[in-house]
């Protein structure tokens, strides 16, 4: 039979008990405290390569838009602002060659500025886009790097990119100024009036993006220029 244990012994274990419970207690609080911080480095580590993420698909937008834009200008280069052969005219409160001439509907066939206004290259635009300096349609790259095409081998355009082109006549002395397209100067004492096609244009180039989660696109670049009269 075992014998009784001494004051001492029972002391002693008591406080063994009381120590073993404690460093329990203390461990726990210790995971916790450690889970918390790990947790909160983890949302700041997620959040952080969330902003990092946005940013650059931002910066490879914005890369993508100023192109699109610079495009459409490098395309328009060497139009006049009006129809070379017809010109810009009024007869009587009517005003006539501004916009696509006949016969005038595909991209080749725009040969001055104005023809341009009101145009869209790309989704949901007028034609199917968008378009490089050529008047080609830029299509859509797969993962093999080479274009996409279609069931019926026809290329695929880039996916959710507008190009929106607004030709405005704008006063020659102040081209922040926008003037109708029929606006004109009439002769008075000793000067000889303005005719309604000797005004410069300002031509602005839109690019937007719309993804395919995306409700409404959103502008991305935006490029403008005078070409004066």
């Keep these: 039979m075992a014998s009784p244990l001494s004051y001492r012994e029972c002391a002693g274990a008591r406080r063994s008990r009381r120590i073993g419970r404690a460093s329990r207690g203390f461990t726990l609080i210790e995971t916790a405290m450690a889970t918390v911080i790990i947790g909160v480095g983890v949302v700041a580590m997620v959040d952080a390569q969330e902003a990092f993420t946005r940013s650059t698909l931002w910066s490879s937008h914005a890369t993508t838009g100023t192109f699109l834009a610079n495009e459409i200008r490098e395309m328009a280069r060497h139009m006049s602002r009006h129809d070379p052969v017809t010109g810009l005219w009024l007869e009587g409160e009517t005003l006539h060659g501004w916009g696509p001439e006949a016969g005038e509907a595909s991209v080749n066939g725009f040969d001055d500025l104005d023809d341009l206004d009101g145009l869209a290259f790309g989704e949901g635009g007028d034609f199917a886009g968008p378009i490089n300096a050529y008047g080609e349609v830029i299509p859509e790259i797969g ?87």
């Design 143 to 229: 993962d093999d790097g080479q274009p996409l095409r279609d069931e019926e081998g026809n290329i695929v355009p880039m996916f959710g990119w507008t190009q929106r082109i607004v030709v405005e006549k704008v006063s020659p002395f102040d081209y922040a100024t926008s003037l109708a397209a029929s606006f004109y100067e009439a002769p008075s004492g000793g000067w000889p009036g303005r005719a309604v096609s000797g005004y410069p244009v300002r031509v602005t180039v839109v690019v937007s993006y719309q993804s395919a989660m995306a409700v409404e696109p959103i502008e991305v670049a935006r490029v403008s220029w005078i070409v004066p009269e």
